[in-house]
Each structure stands twice: as structure tokens, then as C-alpha cells.
């Protein structure tokens, strides 16, 4: 069972927004201003998306956006496209011992 | 940007170790402010960080592998490695060689390599 909760699924038809929920605790998530989310294709290595809650790496489309509540941190995908089907983690910095938890991943489909 | 390729044995016995190393190339891994870490992937499953060292030698690591589990550095070669120990199926996974910050998100990973663990 992973630390962060992420839902298994989610979906949307091209052009349409979605978005992805990561809750944690106080201990994570909610403790910190450090939650990632990853993109990983099949077969491939997740890549990095939003890092420390909303920003962007360089390269990466601003259809991709962050946010945080609370415990919750939240992936939106704005202008869905078929190439963002994909499976996308959320991570949270959990302090200098535990160092990282991961969310057990979403399955977005490109309907 | 650094570039990470991991290699070693796809395949290993029970109770035996398991090793990977993760070379680096296009940086160094002795530039401060970055942790090395490995990863891994249970087949049709989540992500699971297993620990990082940091090019002084310093280490941290998932408290649940802890006891079987070492990473070391080879600064002149630009590497670093995993051994863990008295493996068992359930070792069997993708691991991923990844570089991080201090704040725990993973810029720069490594393909991934299949590592079964059968007799």
C-alpha cells in the first residue's frame, strides 16, 4: 500500500481538462512545499513534470499545472492530447530520514 | 543534461545479492546540492524509493530495506552502486538509478533495468 493515496484511474477526451488528486498527511504532503509528479509511458521511465508543487521543468507543456490543499496535491492537464496517456505518479518529500513517499499512481486515458 | 545508465545482472538467485551500478555521464557526480539514488518498480506497479548516497559517501535509506541494503560511490569513475542482500522473489522489479535534490524530486533518471530474481 503506497504512503500517498492517488486515484487508479482517470479520463478525458482530447482537448478536455483533468485532474489527478496525491493525498497525503501532515508528515508529507501537508508538511511541505515539495510534492513532484512524474510521467511514465509503458515501458519507459517516468519523467519529471511538476516539481515542488507547481513548477514546471524546461520542456515541459504549461498544459501541465500543480496545486496544493492541505494534505491534497493535485496534476491538472489542461488541452488533453493523446500523447498524455500515460500513468502519473505524485511524490512528496517526507522529511531527512523517510526522505520521499510516492502515490501508487493514476492511469490517465485519452478517450 | 547528466545522462544515468544502469547495468548489471538481469538475473539472480535466491538469497543471493543483488548488484547494479549507475554511471554517469554528460556531469559529475561529485557536484554538491544532488543525491544519487535507486529506485524501483514491482512489475505493473508503483514506484518505491530504496535509499541515495551523496558523492561525500553519506547515505539514507528506505528503513524497510535497510538491513539488506547498501549504496556505495566511485567518484573516479563517475558511479555509483546497489548491493542487496539475501534476495527473494519479491525482489523482482524494475530499478531505476535517478538524481535528486535535497527536496526529494527526481530530475534525471536512469531507462531501467528488469531485475529477476528465480532460481
Known amino acids: 500500500q503506497s504512503a500517498l493515496t492517488q486515484p487508479p484511474s482517470a479520463s478525458g477526451s482530447p482537448g478536455q481538462s483533468v485532474t489527478i488528486s496525491c493525498t497525503g498527511t501532515?508528515?508529507?504532503?501537508?508538511?511541505?512545499?515539495?510534492v513532484s509528479w512524474y510521467q511514465q509511458h509503458p515501458g519507459k521511465a517516468p519523467k519529471l513534470m511538476i516539481y515542488e508543487v507547481t513548477k514546471r521543468p524546461s520542456g515541459v507543456p504549461d498544459r501541465f499545472s500543480g496545486s496544493k490543499s492541505g494534505n491534497t496535491a493535485s496534476l491538472t492537464v489542461s488541452g488533453l492530447q493523446t500523447e498524455d496517456e500515460a500513468e502519473y505518479y505524485c511524490n512528496s518529500y517526507a522529511g531527512s530520514s523517510n526522505f520521499v513517499v510516492f502515490g501508487g499512481g493514476t492511469k490517465l486515458t485519452v478517450l | 543534461q547528466v545522462q544515468l545508465q544502469e547495468s548489471g545482472p538481469g538475473l539472480v538467485k535466491p538469497s543471493q545479492t543483488l548488484s547494479l551500478t549507475c554511471t554517469v555521464s554528460s556531469g559529475s557526480i561529485s557536484v554538491g546540492g544532488y543525491f544519487w539514488s535507486w529506485l524501483r518498480q514491482h512489475p505493473g506497479k508503483g514506484l518505491e524509493w530504496i535509499g541515495y548516497?551523496?558523492?561525500?559517501?553519506?547515505?539514507n535509506y528506505n528503513v524497510t530495506l535497510k538491513s539488506r541494503l547498501t549504496i556505495s560511490v566511485d567518484t573516479s569513475k563517475n558511479q555509483f552502486s546497489l548491493n542487496l542482500r539475501s534476495v527473494t522473489a519479491a525482489d523482482t522489479a524494475f530499478y531505476y538509478c535517478?538524481?535528486?535534490?535535497?527536496?526529494?524530486?527526481?530530475?534525471?533518471w536512469g531507462q531501467g533495468t528488469l531485475v529477476t530474481v528465480s532460481s
Open positions: 535517478a538524481r535528486s535534490g535535497s527536496n526529494g524530486f527526481f530530475d534525471n
Open positions: 548516497i551523496y558523492y561525500s559517501g553519506s547515505t
Open positions: 501532515s508528515s508529507d504532503v501537508g508538511g511541505y512545499n515539495y
